[in-house]
């Protein structure tokens, strides 16, 4: 099973779910936030691991779309030293983060792990073309790369 959840930060530090958020950004060239991302109850990234959290999905969209025709993908947090790895193992992908000495792994089928953050990916997109509307042409195409 895959859970994915997506969080803002505020300035004050506190992490509102995405869902709950209504008002824009302060900064909408930093927005910083959280994904979490739990594979059969492994967390591979949590809240602990916060970034630039619309870069961070532009990363992980652009890593789906590299899976369609490569065996593995992978990308540095925006503004943190954290590698996030997707490779294919036959019909499976490994999911990794490394963060230091301390990496997190699991195994999702591919169809599950499409599903699951193309799913999360595209609320989120379409949930922050509405909250920071100047950034919602980059949005788009961060849309386009989650459909293939």
Not at 37 to 45: A, K, R, Y
Not at 86 to 109: Q, Y
Not at 118 to 145: H, P, V, W
Request: charged letters at 25%; glycine letters at 8%; a negative charge.
């Amino acid at each position: 099973m895959i859970t994915i959840r997506t969080f803002l930060r505020s300035k004050d530090g506190v992490f509102q779910q995405l869902e709950a958020c209504g008002t824009p950004p302060g900064d909408p060239d930093y927005i910083e936030g959280a994904v979490e991302l739990n594979i059969d109850g492994v967390e591979i990234l949590g809240r602990a691991e916060w970034d630039y959290v619309d870069q961070l999905w532009a990363y992980m969209a652009n890593m789906i779309h590299a899976l369609r025709t490569r065996d593995e993908a992978s990308a540095y947090f925006p503004d943190q030293p954290i590698l996030l790895t997707f490779e294919r193992k036959g019909n499976r992908i490994l999911v990794s983060s490394k963060a230091g000495e301390t990496t997190r792994r699991a195994s999702a089928d591919e169809s599950e792990l499409f599903a699951a953050i193309g799913t999360a990916g595209r609320e989120f997109f379409e949930k922050m073309s509405d909250l920071a509307r100047s950034n919602s042409a980059g949005y788009q195409i961060a849309l386009a790369k989650l459909r293939g």
